[in-house]
């Protein structure tokens, strides 16, 4: 068993920005030559996200409408109090989301279901570049 490290950047928007990353992890994970392991896929920092979809319009629309009716944009935050950057909301929905997901991987793919997909979630109020850490773990 050994293990890979790899990193790539990806260009958000900000606001709820759903990006399906899924494409680029199974590029690292037919490179790094596993056939069996799993992959963890991690987001460093406090206002973006990792999970699984279905990346499709009318489902991204209808997970950004369920979070703003979680976690609403506009109430107030005793973060924003403190630091008056106005992101309360993209932190508290960061960490109900998490900054890391693993996933199987069998046969050199990644298990995932028919229409999963993975993603990041950016929440923050202003567009970034981040970077998605993929760390493999196989034979």
Same mark, same amino acid.
């Given at each position: 068993?050994?293990?890979?490290?790899?990193? &790539?950047?990806? !260009?958000?928007? *900000?606001?709820?920005?759903?990006?399906?990353?899924?494409?680029?992890?199974?590029?690292?994970?037919?490179?790094? $030559?596993?056939?069996?392991?799993?992959?963890?896929?991690?987001?460093?920092?406090?206002?973006?996200?990792?999970?699984?979809?279905? &990346?499709?319009? $009318?489902?991204?629309?209808? &997970?950004?409408?369920? +979070?703003?009716?979680?976690?609403?944009?506009?109430?107030?935050?005793?973060?924003?109090?403190?630091?008056?950057?106005?992101?309360?909301?993209?932190?508290?929905?960061?960490?109900?989301?998490?900054? !890391?997901?693993?996933?199987?991987?069998?046969? *050199?793919?990644?298990?995932? $279901?028919?229409?999963?997909?993975?993603?990041?979630?950016? &929440?923050?109020?202003?567009?970034? !570049?981040?970077?998605?850490?993929?760390? +493999?773990? *196989?034979?």
């Amino acid at each position: 068993m050994a293990i890979v490290n790899e990193r &790539f950047s990806i !260009s958000t928007q *900000g606001e709820c920005d759903v990006v399906d990353i899924t494409a680029e992890v199974q590029k690292r994970v037919e490179a790094s $030559g596993y056939r069996r392991g799993a992959v963890t896929v991690h987001i460093p920092g406090s206002t973006g996200a990792v999970t699984t979809m279905e &990346f499709e319009p $009318g489902l991204v629309a209808d &997970f950004r409408a369920a +979070i703003e009716r979680m976690v609403p944009k506009d109430i107030p935050y005793a973060h924003d109090a403190r630091w008056r950057d106005n992101n309360g909301y993209a932190h508290v929905r960061a960490a109900m989301l998490g900054p !890391s997901l693993t996933v199987p991987v069998a046969d *050199g793919r990644l298990v995932l $279901g028919t229409w999963q997909q993975i993603v990041v979630v950016d &929440f923050d109020n202003r567009a970034r !570049s981040r970077t998605v850490y993929v760390q +493999i773990i *196989g034979e």
